[in-house]
């Protein structure tokens, strides 16, 4: 059986996380002041719905000035609002279940469903917890002929983890870049003006309010959901048990 990956910045059947939503006339617009540009984005761009998306963080462009422009045109952080946001995520995965269904293949995306809306919801609509569930479960019924599966990691010490990734996702100078940019997007969204999010703690705060939602929704959405604990931090253990499932999610 054939299976594809799409991780979080890849152009992407049903997310739109680090990608520019461009409508096609800005897009001519852009292509006339930077034309040296044009075939460096070859492979990291496709045309739909009127617009040309643009996975721009997986370019080997070093221009920020052009870089800050796609950036512009995400569809998070606020920039389009939530009636926009939700009609375009509700018909992309639409559209992706009425054409996955047709084909045997198993796709799997990373932080998709639950991460990247709930960040967007909650970090800046400050959506309550009912709006947050029927949106959720609208995106859920769009594709329920796929009969979707999620494998949710529940962070055993989410200080611990945030640690730990800071640690890891470091520049090439060994600074924290990671941390810090997650320290910036915690304090500057309206969610974190409004709750004093501050610096590592408030980063904790925000994270933990989110785990909080994401567990109460799992026993509401229809959806069915595998959660996976890592205590030990124990990744062969993980993908050893997420296997098993899957091996009997897919027994004929």
Known sequence: MKTKV????????????????????HFESIMSLYPQYKDALRGKM???NKHVIIAYT?????????CRLLESYEVFNGRAGFDVFSELFLKRRGNFAKQ??????????????LQNQLCELIYFDQMDKSTIEKYMTGLV????????????????????DIRRLGDERINASG??????????YTENSPYGLTHNLK???????GFEKRRQIELNLIKKLPLKTYIIENQDYNWDEVWKQIKEKLDVENKP
């Open 175 to 184: 600074e924290k870049d990671w941390l810090q940019q997650v320290i910036l």
């Open 58 to 66: 997986q370019l080997a462009i070093k221009d920020p000035d052009f």
């Open 46 to 48: 496709r045309v739909e």
């Open 199 to 205: 610096g590592f703690a408030g980063v904790v705060k």
């Open 141 to 160: 019924d769009s594709a329920k002929n796929l009969k979707p599966v999620m494998f949710y990691l529940n962070a055993p010490n989410i200080s611990e």
């Open 6 to 25: 799409y991780t979080e910045g890849q152009l992407h059947p049903v997310d739109l996380a680090w990608c520019a939503y461009i409508p096609f006339e």
């Open 100 to 113: 996955a269904v047709k084909s045997d293949e198993i796709n799997i995306f990373e932080c998709a469903y």
